[in-house]
C-alpha cells in the first residue's frame, strides 16, 4: 500500500524466504559474490514498478541494503540483483551462508497501489573460493 516508490518504505509488501541449501563448506576461503535471481511478473506497467532484495546473514535480524530493478514486462520475466563480484555490502562468512542463518528478503514497490505482482522463483547463487 502506499504510492511511495522507496523500497524502504515501511507500508510495502515484504516476503521472507530461507532455507536456499546454498551449500558452501564450511572451508570455504572466501565469498567472492552473491546472485539473488527473481522470476516474476506484474498485472500492468503502468507506472513506476520495481523489485527490491535483501540479504540477512542472522536469520533476519540485520538487511543488507536494498538492491532494486525496474519491472519491464507482465509477462514472467527473470531480474538479477547482485552479482558474481557483488557482495551487497558484506564481508559474508561461510556460516552466515547457511540455511540457519540467510535469507533473503523481497519487497514489491509501485506507485499504482491497484499493481499486483506475482513470483514464481527466487533463486540464490553464491561465488566462492574454496
Not at 520475466?77 to 555490502?89: E, I, M, P, V
Request: include cysteine.
Amino acid at each position: 500500500s502506499g504510492a511511495s516508490t522507496a523500497c524502504t518504505a515501511a507500508v510495502k509488501d515484504r516476503h521472507r524466504f530461507s532455507a536456499f541449501g546454498l551449500g558452501v563448506p564450511a572451508t570455504a576461503a572466501a565469498i567472492g559474490g552473491i546472485s539473488l535471481r527473481v522470476k516474476l511478473g506484474i498485472d500492468s506497467i503502468g507506472g513506476t514498478s520495481l523489485v527490491c532484495g535483501q540479504l540477512s546473514w542472522d536469520a533476519g535480524t540485520t538487511w543488507t541494503a536494498v538492491q532494486s530493478t525496474a519491472l519491464t514486462s507482465t509477462a514472467l520475466t527473470s531480474y538479477t540483483l547482485g552479482g558474481s563480484a557483488f557482495l551487497w555490502g558484506h564481508a559474508w562468512m561461510p556460516a552466515q551462508l547457511s540455511d540457519a542463518s540467510f535469507q533473503v528478503r523481497l519487497i514489491d514497490v509501485s506507485n499504482n497501489t491497484a499493481r499486483d505482482f506475482f513470483l514464481d522463483a527466487a533463486e540464490v547463487q553464491v561465488e566462492y573460493t574454496p
